[in-house]
């Protein structure tokens, strides 16, 4: 999973040297990143739903392979077509393994030892987002900038070879029987691979036999075309009026979805995501907070790419060391709060977001008082040092409170759909927080551009509190 992830941020800081060494135009770097996005969210929920039927090793085993030798093709193409083609085959095996680890923690783990699989978890996700960078920056440094960014695909894939190798070794194997879960609340299931689960939807009994396994397929296309009709305006550079006409179209395509899954559901059928999961205030809130948080701060690195290698014109290793020590203190913050999000709750997410919220804020000072970008400009990595513990607080505790009460024959698809409101809030944030950013540059200077994003990035969190203390509230009344 943090191959997936860095995979995401990695290529923001060596799109200058693609642009090199590939001779490609603007519409072809675009590509690079949104091909990637668009294919990971599209797949998402659809991927979550067949680790739930099938059983989430195989698909996570198909994630990776895909993965690993759409990496090799990035790594050796001769040119700008055959790299996006890649990027979208890449999107689509990180769509297949994603909600895979999510299933599992959900399926093998309950009490404190989900909360420390997913502290686990969140430390991987904030470390990836922000070391992304410094490891791209470090790639170019020793293989130069020429042919530096085939080398950060191509490391995939040995780790691509130990993880399918290690999964064969130590993943349980699918079993006809369901599983029996015999542990007490605090401890760890037995791992036991099975498509099913023990845990009814709510209000409804159990149904068995084979329509308890339905992909429903007409389910998963509709909600994959909406979320491809939603993205789409975003993830491009100049989008067009026929591009923004595709926005009413996916919020069509959604209301379809919706009537087929109730009509699904009322025919007998098991729905790809039972609509009844957003009845629980734990999930809905959560799924809102999630969207919310990314899209705001996940716009706040390549802000300070941008800034700091175009404005200051500081190195790609440079700019990564700037976001180092974030990285480590969100992999700090977040094993801590995996291990305490069932004693303080909501509390510690919230914690987070006033972290976030200070970060921005000590972000926005610092630029303003070192706009010449002599040494005062690294006293920026303190104040993004709140961003990583907001990192550590918001994520992993947030996963953990939002899928508590999922039934685990939904833990995968719920987990899908968490994840797919955070890459639809990162389209979209990072669409309008860059707009926003080079409409100012246009008519001013770069601090006052970059501290401009950054007052919309705080005004997003300021938002995601404003729910976060609302679900506090709705548990407390409880």
């Not at 309950?110 to 978890?121: H, M, V």
Request: net charge positive; aromatic share 8%.
């Amino acid at each position: 999973m943090f191959m997936s992830l860095v995979g995401v941020s990695i290529v923001n800081v060596v799109l200058p040297s693609i642009q090199a060494g590939l001779h490609a135009d603007d519409t072809d770097i675009q590509w690079v990143l949104s091909g990637y996005a668009l294919t990971f969210g599209v797949v998402l929920v659809a991927a979550g739903r067949a680790g739930d039927i099938v059983g989430r090793a195989p698909i996570f085993l198909a994630g990776v392979v895909v993965f690993t030798l759409s990496s090799v093709g990035a790594g050796l193409a001769p040119d700008p077509l055959t790299l996006n083609i890649a990027r979208f085959v890449q999107g689509l095996g990180s769509g297949l393994l994603n909600p895979q680890v999510v299933g599992m923690i959900q399926h093998h783990f309950r009490g404190r030892e989900r909360g420390r699989a997913y502290g686990a978890l969140g430390s991987v996700v904030g470390v990836s987002v922000a070391i992304g960078p410094l490891l791209g920056g470090v790639i170019i440094q020793l293989f130069g900038a020429e042919t530096g960014w085939r080398w950060t695909f191509l490391v995939n894939v040995p780790v691509g070879g130990v993880v399918v190798i290690l999964a064969l070794l130590w993943f349980p194997r699918p079993l006809l029987a369901r599983p029996t879960p015999t542990a007490r609340d605090g401890g760890a299931l037995p791992i036991v691979d099975s498509p099913e689960s023990e845990v009814p939807a709510r209000g409804r009994p159990r149904r068995g036999g084979p329509r308890d396994r339905d992909l429903d397929p007409i389910g998963a296309v509709l909600l994959g075309l909406a979320v491809l009709a939603l993205l789409l305006p975003f993830l491009q550079g100049e989008p067009t009026l026929w591009t923004w006409l595709l926005l009413p179209v996916g919020l069509l395509l959604v209301a379809c979805w919706l009537a087929w899954e109730r009509r699904y559901r009322d025919r007998g059928r098991s729905p790809m995501v039972d609509l009844d999961l957003f009845r629980t205030g734990s999930f809905t809130y959560g799924t809102l907070i999630a969207g919310l948080y990314f899209l705001g701060v996940t716009s706040v690195w390549v802000l300070v790419a941008l800034y700091l290698q175009n404005g200051l014109h500081m190195t790609a290793l440079q700019t990564g060391l700037m976001g180092l020590p974030a990285a480590l203190t969100s992999a700090v913050v977040s094993n801590w709060a995996g291990k305490h999000v069932l004693d303080y709750g909501r509390r510690i997410v919230i914690a987070g977001i006033l972290s976030s919220l200070t970060g921005l804020g000590l972000s926005i000072l610092v630029i303003q008082l070192n706009d010449d970008g002599g040494a005062g400009i690294w006293w920026l990595a303190g104040a993004l040092l709140f961003i990583g513990i907001a990192q550590g607080a918001v994520i992993s505790p947030n996963q953990t409170l939002t899928l508590t009460e999922v039934p685990l024959r939904y833990s995968g698809s719920a987990g899908g759909v968490l994840q797919t409101g955070q890459r639809i809030g990162t389209a979209v944030g990072l669409a309008l927080v860059t707009a926003i950013f080079f409409g100012v540059l246009e008519s001013s200077d770069w601090q006052t551009a970059f501290s401009t994003g950054f007052a919309v990035i705080a005004a997003v969190v300021l938002l995601t509190l404003v729910v976060a203390l609302a679900d506090e509230r709705r548990r407390r009344r409880r």
